[in-house]
């Protein structure tokens, strides 16, 4: 019998390790700051970017010739935040807020230069522990919220208080700007929401099972636990679909129709918590934040047309 409870002991400690040591893989490889990680080189493979590389290159190369200004603020927590500004003398602006391991250059290029060509100012903002910011954790909209309040409070000083400012956000980019969507002031009039996903939890959840074959316990609240310590937040702290129903500001959703890294039904679940005047763009054989390769003259047509619209 003691060899049973020794044998039984032993297994439980051997699982309790396993299980710290895979949820400190985890929360290294997707909570710490990374220059391009494995789940970043993931979403590559899915979204075969190799086909729209003429049309990243073209958007990147646009950009890189522009006279943009660098900005900065400081975020309410002291980190150095940076963005590119790309003034164009109007009474409109667009904030635009990239993806995991992203950055607003990066990511925005290829919009950017249509925005601009089409009269708004454009912000390409790096979030924290991305690009040109500052930081150590990934925020994953929770912290990145409240970030965004502030780029857009530097935007209303810039440019005064009769801006009409327009937020856009990319996978974990529009889950931010959702996530945000509750605290933002009268001058963000509109929201565009791309493959956004519902809640960290539920995408940290999904992406156990698909990518690890991991059940979410005990795995998951473990990496919640190192998150709410070290990071300085949990994965139930903001839900997407809570915040969204407290906004009035209309929104854009944007979803590919083959998205496998933050599945379609996020973005309907989102969109069915929304109170505020809505639309539904769901672009056809289009993977993770591939849309605007796909589709791109779909994509800005929508964009443009929805910013009008809710600008009149």
């Known amino acids: 019998m003691r060899e049973i409870l020794v044998g039984i002991l032993l297994f439980a400690v051997l699982l309790v390790a396993c299980s710290v040591f895979i949820s400190e893989y985890l929360f290294k490889i997707i909570i710490y700051r990374q220059k391009k990680s494995s789940s970043q080189k993931d979403i590559d493979a899915v979204a075969s970017w190799y086909r729209h590389y003429p049309i990243a290159k073209t958007g990147r190369l646009w950009l890189e010739n522009m ?22 003398y109007s009474d409109k602006i667009v904030i635009c807020v990239h993806g995991f391991t992203g950055s607003g250059k990066k990511d925005f290029a290829s919009l950017a230069q249509a925005y601009y060509k089409n009269g708004y100012n454009v912000l390409l903002v790096d979030n924290r522990a991305h690009g040109q910011s500052e930081g150590k954790y990934v925020g994953f909209g929770v912290l990145d919220r409240f970030d965004l309040r502030n780029w857009v409070k530097y935007v209303i000083n810039r440019f005064g208080s009769n801006v009409q400012i327009f937020l856009h956000g990319i996978s974990m980019g529009a ?35 698909r990518d690890y074959h991991l059940p979410k316990f005990p795995i998951i609240y473990l990496t919640n636990i190192m998150s709410k310590i070290r990071a300085g937040y949990g994965y139930k702290d903001v839900n997407t679909t ?62 443009l047309t929805f910013i009008e619209k809710i600008s009149k």
């Open 67 to 88: 006279p943009y200004i660098n900005v900065y603020i400081k975020s309410f927590d002291g980190l150095r935040l940076y963005g590119a500004l790309l003034e164009n």
């Open 242 to 303: 809570a915040e969204i129903a407290r906004s009035d500001i209309p929104i854009l959703f944007i979803h590919g129709e083959n998205d496998e890294f933050v599945p379609l039904w996020m973005t309907m679940k989102n969109y069915s918590h929304c109170k505020a005047y809505k639309e539904l763009f769901i672009v056809r054989e289009s993977e993770h934040a591939e849309s605007h390769y796909i589709d791109k003259k779909g994509y800005e047509r929508r964009i």
């Open 175 to 209: 889950a931010t700007v959702l996530m945000a969507s509750s605290i933002m002031p009268k001058n963000v009039r509109g929201i565009i929401a791309d493959c956004g996903f519902t809640s960290v939890y539920e995408i940290f959840e999904y992406v156990l099972k």
